[in-house]
Each structure stands twice: as structure tokens, then as C-alpha cells.
């Protein structure tokens, strides 16, 4: 195979666990992030470099000369709630990359990573560009997607990708927290439905990728198509999975109604300067709310996945436990 590619935000939790991927199906791949480089076998090929560096960013792009871009590098949480600016990253970085693609010469595809927070959770949009964000994350993104519409030209073939939710082995410190709380007991449901969300696995997420990287041009190019397991997962179901693997224990279920008294304490500590207080209404209200995105034009370009949620489920429970072990 041998293609050239350049994965930006290789440090990230999808870029960790992309890079090892696409080299195991035989690209070659360099990982360009902005983080320092560690020591270690995925560093073997990476640059490091800021987007928002035009220049550094265009020097990245000639000395490596990829066929290949898959676009992750992204400022990625909500904290933001004052000034568009605070996600540069995502919008000037985005025409960077995209100016960097063209000027190289190379470039012949181009995956970019957007968010399904382009629109709040919940809402299904009409076409690619209905967009209802409810942040600045999400107004952040929407620019991304217009960025690379306006600027990608016709001999790249280039198209959009929206994860969802993505979970599993390497997950941020956030998400590690929820399955301590897990592994702990101290984890609780709110209500008793089910609640069908559109969740990704991260093994099926790098191989979906790989799979968009590899489609015939006419299957995706200038589209846009969400990033997740093709079957909704019932958030109940895969916390009470999750905790088994973890703890043995059973989730306790929590009321609706006590459950939002106690997130509105938890807004009360948030808005007295404890940001970290893991319970608020935000949460409560993002827990309740059931979003399937519409997958089948990604299962059309994918085919099958190769793992089940209850693969993920063992394989994250190990890591964790393996983690925790080294810490």
C-alpha cells in the first residue's frame, strides 16, 4: 500500500488509536500534533507543530508530502462561553490545514473531522448545512464545515465526518473519572428508560475512517456522514455492562425529579467556582435526551463493523483496569 498520511491531532483520543491502525493496514503514516512528543513506539514518525503556525504548518505538510489527510486536531471541549477566538483552532486551523493540503501538491484526499454538536443534541437536521449549535464548540464546528466547502478544490477529493459520542480504550480524563465512579459503585442511573443514543465504539471509529480513506470518489466526495455504531446503544444497557465488567455491581436508579434537585446543587457549586462538581443540570439534561443520527449512508460506505458493543465494553473495562494497575 504505502500511501502517505498525515494524521493532524495524533496525540488525541482518536488520533492515538488511528495511527497504530492505519500503520497495521500498511500506510505510512506521520502523526502531527501540537503536544510535545513522548517516548514510545506511535512516536516513531511524528511532528510536532501547531495548526494555528501557518508557516510551520506548510513546512510539515512539504517535508512529508502525503496523498493522505485525516484531518482530527481540534479544540474539543464546551468550557468556552465568551469569544469564538477561543476556538481558533478550529476555524483558523481548519483553513490552515486546508491551504497547507492544496499547496503541497500531494494531497488527493482529505477526511476533516467535524461534530455532531453542530446541531443540539437531539435535533435532526433537514441537509448538511441545517445547523442548530447551542455553543461555541458547536458554532466553532459549523465554521470547520464551512471552511473546507468553501475552500477545498475539485481535484481533492475531501469529504466531512461527524463522530458522535466515541468511547472506549484511551478516553479523556473525564470519561475516565465516569468509569471510576463505575468501578467504585458510586455511579447511579437517572430514571429508568433505556435512553437510544447514537454512541461510537473507537475500534469501529478508526476503522470507519479507514474505510472513508479507501471509498471510490463517488461514494463520498463533498459529503457529509455521522461517525457511530450503526445500531443505537441504550445508555442503560452499557452503563449496567460497563459497571459488571468493572465492579461485579449493579447501577443503582436514581428518580427524575431528585435527580434534577441534586443538579441544580451542582449548578449552584458550578457557578460558585467548583467546575469540576461532575453533576449538574447541563448533564442531567444531555443523560434524558435520546439522539439516533441517521448511519446508513456511513454503513453504505463501511460495510460491517468489526466489533460489538459488548467487544468494546471488554476490551474498555481491561484498559481501564490496566491503567488503573500502572498508576
Known sequence: MNERVLVTGSSGFIGRAMVPY????????????????????DDADRYRCDILDRDALMAAFRDFSPQIVVHLAARTDLEENQRIEGYAANTVGTQNVVDAAVACGTVTRALFTSSQLVCAVGYVPKSDTDYRPINLYGQSKVITEQVVRKSMPEPITWCLLRPTTIWGEGMSPHYQRFLGALAKGHYFHVGSGRLLKSYGYVGNTVYEYAKFMAAPKEAIAGRTFYIADYAPISLRDWIDALSSELSGRSVRTMPIPMARLLAKCGDMLNAAGWRRFPFNSFRVNNILTEYTSDLAPTERVCGPLPYTMADGVVRTAKWFKHRRAGA
Open 22 to 41: 492505519l500503520r497495521g493496514l500498511g500506510y505510512a503514516v506521520r502523526g502531527l500534533d501540537v503536544k510535545p512528543l513522548a517516548e514510545g513506539p
